[in-house]
């Protein structure tokens, strides 16, 4: 079993949906990254976590340590949304070494 | 721009041969790590690299090797293709004492 799960893994979403992607994780973390990957490859970072909520634009990510579950949100979503978000969690003591969801896949229709 | 650069963006080997990819990360970024995501999964992590020593290793044979170099730059190597390599290499790099990272776009490595 990974250790991070994602849901869904592919997502379709009418143009102007609030969108919800699931993120949980079955081990100790010190920080959850939530990472949006276009065609191509390229990965940008969208948010670093490590309690609370954040918020940039039109992009909200939560985090509850508790239950090990994070959220990415996206409101009024746009074709150009549409990309893989993967989150990934980085553990205590081990640098820079992530563990990765498999991904969800977003696609946007105008 | 990322502030991480890979080279070359795309590459096709024969099985058996070997193959470098390289990152040039931010200065300052000691620390570089380098994953492998294949087609539909998520990025596994390969090693890591801090101030030119491996400090941490993935589920990968030997045949995967890697070196960091003073300029910031580092080389991921892999030896004897297989076909199974084909992949989207990635590295990431970072400063001492920060969560914060940055990635490269990758290297689309296709082993034929």
């Given at each position: 079993k990974n250790e991070v799960e994602q849901s869904p893994q592919n997502l379709t979403a009418q143009e102007g949906e609030f969108i919800t992607i699931n993120c949980s994780y079955s081990v100790g973390i010190s920080a959850l990254h939530w990472l949006q990957q276009h065609p191509g490859g390229g990965i940008v970072?969208?948010?670093?976590?490590?309690?609370?909520?954040?918020?940039?634009?039109?992009?909200?990510?939560?985090?509850?340590?508790?239950?090990?579950?994070?959220?990415?949100?996206?409101?009024?979503?746009?074709?150009?949304?549409?990309a893989v978000y993967i989150c990934a969690v980085k553990r205590p003591n081990t640098g820079n070494q992530f563990y990765f969801g498999t991904g969800t896949s977003l696609t946007v229709i105008p | 721009?990322?502030?991480?650069?890979?080279?070359?963006?795309?590459?096709?080997?024969?099985?058996?041969?070997?193959?470098?990819?390289?990152?040039?990360?931010?200065?300052?970024?000691?620390?570089?790590?380098?994953?492998?995501?294949?087609?539909?999964?998520?990025?596994?992590?390969?090693?890591?690299?801090?101030?030119?020593?491996?400090?941490?290793?993935?589920?990968?044979?030997?045949?995967?090797?890697?070196?960091?170099?003073?300029?910031?730059?580092?080389?991921?190597?892999?030896?004897?293709?297989?076909?199974?390599?084909?992949?989207?290499?990635?590295?990431?790099?970072s400063g001492d004492g920060n969560y914060g990272y940055t990635f490269g776009s990758g290297t689309r490595l296709t082993v034929v």
């Amino acid at each position: 079993k990974n250790e991070v799960e994602q849901s869904p893994q592919n997502l379709t979403a009418q143009e102007g949906e609030f969108i919800t992607i699931n993120c949980s994780y079955s081990v100790g973390i010190s920080a959850l990254h939530w990472l949006q990957q276009h065609p191509g490859g390229g990965i940008v970072s969208l948010f670093m976590l490590s309690s609370g909520k954040k918020k940039h634009g039109r992009l909200i990510a939560t985090i509850n340590i508790q239950e090990k579950h994070s959220s990415l949100h996206i409101t009024a979503s746009h074709p150009r949304d549409s990309a893989v978000y993967i989150c990934a969690v980085k553990r205590p003591n081990t640098g820079n070494q992530f563990y990765f969801g498999t991904g969800t896949s977003l696609t946007v229709i105008p | 721009e990322t502030g991480v650069t890979q080279s070359p963006t795309h590459l096709i080997k024969t099985r058996g041969q070997q193959v470098t990819l390289r990152c040039s990360s931010q200065s300052g970024h000691n620390t570089v790590s380098w994953y492998q995501q294949a087609l539909g999964q998520g990025p596994q992590f390969i090693f890591q690299y801090y101030r030119e020593e491996e400090n941490g290793r993935g589920n990968f044979p030997p045949r995967f090797s890697g070196l960091q170099f003073p300029n910031y730059s580092s080389e991921l190597n892999v030896n004897a293709l297989e076909l199974d390599d084909s992949a989207l290499y990635l590295c990431a790099s970072s400063g001492d004492g920060n969560y914060g990272y940055t990635f490269g776009s990758g290297t689309r490595l296709t082993v034929v």
